[in-house]
C-alpha cells in the first residue's frame, strides 16, 4: 500500500503543490487507507498547515485513515506537513532525511512618518514575531506528539537545523518505521 501513495507531491511547498495536492486529493479513492508521500526541501510553512488542516478535517469527518510516507527528503515545510499526521501513521524510506528548524522572518521596518505613528508600527511587527512563534511551537508540539522527543529538546535543535536519519526518527518515535 506504501508502495503506491494515492496523493505524490514533490519539489517547493508552495502554491502549485497546494493546487496539486487538491487535485490529486479529489481522485483519491474514497474507501480505504490514504496514503500521501512527500519529497521536499521546503518552502512555504502556511501553505503545508493548509494542506496538513485538510488531512486532519478527512481524518476527523470521515474517519478515514491517513499515512503519511516521507521519501528521500524532508525538510522544513514537509516536516510541518508531516505533523498533521499521527506518529503512528508515520513512515519514512531508507536514507530519508528530516529536517527540523525554526521559521525564518526577514525584513525592515520602515520608520518614516509622525512620530505618534512610529510606535504602532513597532507594535505591529511585534505581533507578528509574537504569532509566527506561537505557529512554530504549535507545529513543534504536534511533530514531538506521541513521540520521545521532548517539546523543548525539538525547540533547542531547531535553532540551528536539526537534521534526523530515518532510523533515528524511527528510534525516536517521530515516526511508526522505516521502509
Not at 521519501?71 to 506518529?87: D, L
Not at 524510506?93 to 513597532?122: F, K, N, V, Y
Request: charged share 20%; glycine share 8%.
Amino acid at each position: 500500500m506504501l508502495a503506491q501513495p494515492h496523493v505524490q507531491l514533490y519539489g517547493t511547498v508552495d502554491e502549485v503543490m497546494y493546487a496539486g495536492f487538491k487535485d490529486q486529493l479529489a481522485a483519491a479513492p474514497t474507501e480505504g487507507p490514504l496514503v500521501v508521500s512527500i519529497t521536499t526541501l521546503g518552502g512555504d510553512p502556511e501553505m503545508a498547515r493548509a494542506m496538513g488542516d485538510s488531512i486532519r478535517l478527512l481524518r476527523d469527518y470521515t474517519g478515514r485513515e491517513t499515512l503519511f510516507l516521507g521519501k528521500v527528503a524532508v525538510y522544513s515545510a514537509g516536516a510541518t506537513f508531516m505533523s498533521a499526521f499521527p506518529v503512528e501513521t508515520r513512515f519514512l524510506t531508507r536514507g530519508t532525511r528530516l529536517m527540523l528548524h525554526e521559521r525564518q522572518m526577514s525584513g525592515s521596518i520602515d520608520l518614516t512618518g509622525p512620530l505618534t505613528s512610529l510606535p504602532a508600527i513597532l507594535k505591529a511587527k511585534l505581533h507578528e514575531i509574537e504569532q509566527s512563534v506561537l505557529i512554530q511551537e504549535e507545529g513543534f508540539r504536534a511533530i514531538v506528539n506521541g513521540s520521545q522527543v521532548s517539546f523543548d529538546t525539538l525547540r533547542e535543535k531547531a535553532t540551528s537545523n536539526w537534521y534526523i536519519d530515518a532510523e533515528e526518527a524511527r528510534d525516536l518515535g517521530l515516526v511508526l518505521d522505516v521502509i
